[in-house]
């Protein structure tokens, strides 16, 4: 074994053996994988070996597709089969909330370029003629769906990775992991030590383990998973005879089950409720190739139903029933990328469906390893998306929430609730006890919208119980006053003589004076959006950022990725030790003025300023700037403050019959001007031209910041898509993102986010259609719950589209 790589990774399952492939792929031949046992131990052996492109992020999707399609490449690289079988599928619907869920990942998949059809339950027993189609309302029709053998799937990767020059040592235990002065890690396993630039953490079950080699407690934890494997049916004979293919896979969302052929009987597989985690504090290193003692009880009640739902079951008998661990993250997607404070240590683990996502995971992190990014859009498996209030206890009760509603539907008004509340303000039990419906956001609770006593949220694909309290919220900003809390939003305080520098480098605005605030995209090196930004000088070689709140660990890993050696610049998340709160609407300065002596008339304190001043008796530092778009303040103070506040300001408030207000008037609110958000309209596969963020990207400052080059060429260029607001012809549902755009009869583009624009009276949906088509305002569609309706759009903002009330002019 060499004494020396550019990588190690750890964890030789369909993952690190995909990982390895790519970084040799990609020239990075010198990478060592280092298996405790054989390949495939751990989960990958006893896998069902199913495999799907249908994900409810569109960007996973997408890996998911290239996962699948590179199979055949592998294949004839290697010589060795992955025991592929593309049988096309089902996916099936008892209820017509499920129906409407499927709907949608159709819809998706027409920009997608992912192959689905809505069918009829009669035309889902033509296909799979296993099903009972009195059992369910509709169906989904996939082409890119089938199975393969794990074990022959894992090789074909680690020998085409060999192929390409990498080595796989198996038996090799890693033991510790332990950072050099130098930068570099010593891998120490019990077969000698290999100093490495790079780590990668594919350890599978034992990810936990490896972690905790240098230092990390990672959000991942294994649970039991049961599949039966029937002895020969006729039925399925009957198929292969007739059609002369396959059984299709078939997926039972409401009956909890998947199931395909298996030689010639079936295999029926299941996401219990009852679902039970295993080894829950630590993995044992001597488990390998072994399975655990099956419990066909707990899985009973999904098993009635499948034999209800596919009556072909009721007389089959049952050969094998398989219970291995597999390992999840709390929301059940892969935990992937960099790690924060932990140079050259990098995650591909949590990654459950392994057969449909190695390939994409592994393409991901070689991108990112070698040239500095994963060369697309992968927030929804970036390990930056936990903090360190994801601990063992959080994980354990999510990771059973998400296992046990696998296939559950979430509605986009349900908020799941294990684990739950975590993180709270000080001033959580008043806003409760103001009828607060509470959703959780990096792990915070954040109230939603107020209900009256008795109402609760009644969870829907459709407007619901929630739908004119939310109105009443969002015309009570634009008619006189509101507050809303706004500790969810991430703080960063930037300070040291080379701050202003550091900041000129890495935001592309141009640096506010003293006092003063602007908007601030941050830029990759691709010019892409990897942030947007509130920037507040406070004088004195001190900065105040303001930033979406879930992306708090992915933009300080950035931040301190590009810190100055020399010590000049110090970068703090300031969490909950800086808490909000926001006063929105055309009272909102009124109310403020009687509680402060700080001079707030329009030449004192215009939009965009930034003081500290005493309000009441308390110090808070105020920022005349609202998400609204109208008049408004920002508020932050220290957590010790924040009752004193929320007092004084609902006190003072009263006058002017303030109202409290949740995130989803806010989002109504910011729909009426086009104001986009992280995650949704900016994300790293859009340029700042293309989000309508231009006008805040200084070209002509001297400093050269990230990104810069590529900018300048989009501006000439003109990118290819644009951002649009459109209003939509609604019946009694509002798009919430990943809706396809049509136009003039053709899937054209995708929405970002919408809903309902209450003080307006319009449905709104934003989303990027390609830049040629932006400026046309007829001809347009947008696809809801399987019908396309008709869409105008918008050539500026529905309120106050100059801005006028935001800056003061009236």
């Avoid at 597989?269 to 985690?277: L, M, R, S």
């Avoid at 990943?738 to 307006?760: C, L, M, N």
């Avoid at 400026?775 to 589209?801: H, K, M, N, Q, V």
Wanted: hydrophobic share 40%; aromatic share 10%.
């Amino acid at each position: 074994m060499k004494s020396h790589a550019q990588v190690v990774v750890i964890g030789g399952g369909v993952v690190g053996c995909s990982v390895l492939y790519h970084l040799a792929k990609f020239g990075m031949k010198d990478s060592v994988l280092l298996e405790r046992s054989e390949l495939t131990s751990g989960s990958t052996w006893h896998a069902a070996g199913g495999m799907h492109t249908i994900n409810g992020d569109p960007n996973v999707a997408k890996l998911q597709k290239y996962t699948i399609e590179l199979y055949r490449e592998i294949e004839a690289l290697s010589e060795q089969s992955t025991g592929l079988h593309m049988t096309g599928g089902v996916m099936l619907a008892a209820t017509e909330a499920r129906f409407d869920w499927i709907k949608g990942l159709v819809a998706k998949g027409r920009y997608l370029g992912i192959e689905a059809e809505i069918i009829t339950p009669e035309e889902a027993h033509q296909d799979m003629p296993l099903l009972d189609p009195k059992c369910f309302v509709g169906a989904m029709r996939t082409v890119v769906d089938g199975h393969l053998d794990p074990s022959g799937t894992t090789h074909a990767y680690a020998k085409s990775a060999r192929k390409l020059g990498a080595e796989i040592h198996r038996h090799t235990k890693v033991e510790d992991i332990v950072r050099q002065p130098d930068g570099q890690w010593l891998v120490v396993t019990d077969k000698g030590n290999i100093l490495a630039q790079h780590v990668v953490n594919a350890g599978g079950l034992w990810a936990r383990e490896v972690g905790r080699m240098v230092g990390l407690e990672l959000p991942v934890l294994a649970m039991e998973h049961m599949y039966l494997i029937t002895e020969d049916m006729p039925e399925v004979a009957e198929v292969n005879r007739t059609t002369g293919k396959e059984v299709v896979h078939a997926v039972d969302f409401d009956g909890e089950l998947y199931l395909r052929q298996e030689r010639g009987g079936m295999l029926m597989g299941t996401y219990e409720k009852a679902c039970v985690p295993w080894s829950e504090k630590r993995t044992p290193w001597d488990f390998g190739h072994e399975l655990l003692e099956p419990d066909i009880d707990r899985i009973a009640p999904s098993l009635e139903v499948g034999f209800q739902h596919f009556p072909a079951f009721q007389n089959a008998g049952i050969k094998q029933i398989i219970n291995g661990p597999f390992t999840f993250a709390p929301d059940g997607n892969p935990l992937v990328g960099p790690v924060r404070g932990l140079p050259g240590f990098w995650c591909a683990c949590g990654v459950m469906a392994g057969f449909s996502q190695g390939g994409g995971v592994g393409l991901a992190l070689a991108n990112w390893i070698i040239e500095g990014d994963p060369g697309f859009d992968v927030w929804a498996m970036d390990v930056g998306r936990y903090g360190d209030w994801a601990t063992l206890k959080y994980t354990n009760a999510k990771v059973r929430e998400n296992y046990s509603r696998r296939f559950s539907i979430k509605f986009p008004n349900e908020e799941l609730t294990a684990a739950r509340p975590l993180r709270t303000t000080p001033i959580y039990d008043k806003l409760k006890e103001s009828g607060a419906q509470f959703g959780a956001a990096y792990g915070l609770e954040v109230p939603l919208w107020f209900a009256p006593e008795g109402v609760k949220d009644s969870f829907s694909w459709r407007r619901s119980s929630d739908f004119e309290k939310v109105g009443k919220e969002a015309r009570a900003v634009r008619s006189s006053v509101g507050l809303s809390e706004i500790s969810g939003f991430a703080k960063y305080s930037v300070t040291g003589t080379g701050a202003r520098a550091w900041l000129d480098g890495i935001l592309a605005c141009r640096i506010p004076n003293q006092g003063r605030m602007t908007l601030a995209p941050m830029l990759k090196h691709d010019g892409k959006l990897i942030g947007d930004f509130t920037l507040a000088n406070l004088g004195e070689d001190a900065f105040f950022i303001a930033g979406s709140g879930i992306a708090e660990e992915y933009h300080m890993r950035w931040f301190e990725e590009h810190l100055p050696e020399d010590g000049s610049v110090t970068v703090k998340a300031e969490g909950l030790g800086l808490v909000g709160l926001a006063l929105a609407g055309p009272k909102s300065r009124d109310l403020l003025a009687r509680l402060t002596d700080h001079d707030l008339s329009d030449q004192a304190f215009p939009f965009m300023a930034i003081s500290w001043m005493d309000i009441g008796m308390a110090p808070a530092l105020v920022g005349r700037v609202s998400y609204t778009g109208d008049l408004g303040y920002e508020i932050w103070c220290r957590p010790e403050y924040q009752r004193y506040l929320f007092d004084v300001l609902m006190d003072a408030g009263a006058a002017h019959s303030i109202a409290l207000f949740g995130s989803r008037a806010l989002n109504a609110l910011r729909l009426e001007k086009g104001f986009g958000s992280w995650a949704r309209e900016y994300r790293p596969i859009y340029g700042p031209y293309e989000a309508g963020l231009g006008r805040f990207v200084s070209l002509t400052k001297n400093a050269d910041f990230i990104g810069k080059a590529a900018a300048t060429k989009e501006k000439q260029q003109g990118g290819k898509l644009r951002l649009c607001s459109f209003i939509l012809a609604a019946k009694d549902a509002d798009v919430i993102g990943d809706e396809p755009i049509w136009f003039r009869g053709e899937v054209k583009g995708w929405v970002t986010s919408g809903g309902y624009a209450h003080a307006s009276g319009k449905s709104v949906a934003m989303g990027y259609v390609p830049r040629e088509i932006a400026g046309e305002a007829e001809g347009w569609e947008i696809e809801l719950l399987g019908e396309r309706l008709s869409a105008r759009l918008l050539s500026e903002p529905l309120f106050d589209p100059k801005g006028e009330r935001m800056r003061g002019a009236i």
